[in-house]
């Protein structure tokens, strides 16, 4: 059932985002933190997938942009972006960007540990089903992360809004590949990606840090590129993808080359923006050309 707030609820979730902003701000008196998104966007992100109930997708997308954005950045974290799963239909995703291990650690346990997630928890897990599919990943080379976010739709700094579409294509890559599979990457498959329409957003790889807020488990032991793309519509990626399909000589001669380094077929999640997503505004790169 969706979530719905009585008079006195409104009042009580103002004073409670109120709290935790005072919060966050004495906290950051206290200590070093991230000052801005794009000094501290994003050196670090969690890549989450979350397996809903059928029929509660909207229900959370609903409660997590009303409540859980600004709430999250007031302690130090960054909402890079929400989705909704096209070939999902019970899936929500998103990106949470950190400036540092310390930072996530920090910025976790005050959100988490805070009145805005304790006040609205139970109804944000009543729509899920399974929430640990998720991923810490390190930009794949310096400048390759999401280095400038675009302003959210409705900010004062935010471009004209066109809800677009946003690829993350998971390239699960043979251990000892990894490190080089960023360059090869570069040097054999982007250009043709992109000449036939995709937007290069940001590019990143599995981390190997230590989970340091194990109350959130993160898989392990995966190594994985993730190239992330823009796309004007979910029409123009058909086209995309149709034209790298009938082109059997890139795909004999480039691509299956690649392939040798992969452990399966890449895995191609097709995200459509959440009205309040960053990455909603079109068209944005991360990476300069």
Same mark, same amino acid.
């Given at each position: ?92 995703? $998103? ?21 805005? $997630? ?172």
């Amino acid at each position: 059932m969706a979530y719905r707030r009585s008079g006195r609820s409104d009042t009580v979730s103002r004073v409670l985002v109120l709290a935790a902003i005072v919060a966050a701000m004495n906290v950051a008196a206290r200590e070093p933190g991230p000052v801005s998104t794009e000094d501290s966007c994003c050196k670090l992100i969690e890549l989450r997938q979350y397996n809903l109930h059928p029929g509660q997708r909207d229900v959370l997308i609903e409660l997590f942009d009303r409540e859980f954005v600004e709430t999250q950045e007031a302690v130090g974290m960054t909402v890079i972006g929400q989705f909704r799963d096209l070939d999902r239909p019970d899936y929500f995703v $998103w990106l949470r960007g950190f400036h540092d291990m310390e930072a996530r650690a920090r910025g976790l346990a005050a959100f988490y540990g805070g009145p805005v $997630w304790h006040a609205h928890s139970q109804a944000a897990n009543a729509t899920m089903i399974d929430s640990d599919n998720v991923l810490l990943l390190e930009p794949a080379a310096p400048g390759k992360g999401f280095e400038k976010l675009p302003g959210r739709p409705g900010e004062a700094n935010a471009a004209p809004m066109s809800p677009g579409l946003i690829t993350a294509t998971l390239y699960y890559v043979k251990p000892e590949a990894l490190i080089a599979f960023g360059d090869r990457f570069d040097a054999s498959i982007l250009k043709k990606l992109e000449q036939e329409g995709a937007r290069t957003v940001a590019q990143y790889v599995t981390s190997n840090k230590t989970n340091n807020f194990p109350r959130l488990p993160i898989r392990s032991g995966e190594h994985i590129f993730v190239w992330f793309a823009q796309f004007d519509s979910s029409e123009t990626f058909e086209t995309y993808r149709a034209r790298l399909a009938k082109d059997h000589e890139w795909q004999q001669r480039v691509w299956s080359i690649v392939r040798q380094d992969l452990t399966r077929e890449p895995e191609v999640l097709r995200l459509a923006p959440t009205s309040r997503s960053r990455l909603r505004v079109l068209p944005y790169s991360a990476i300069s050309h």
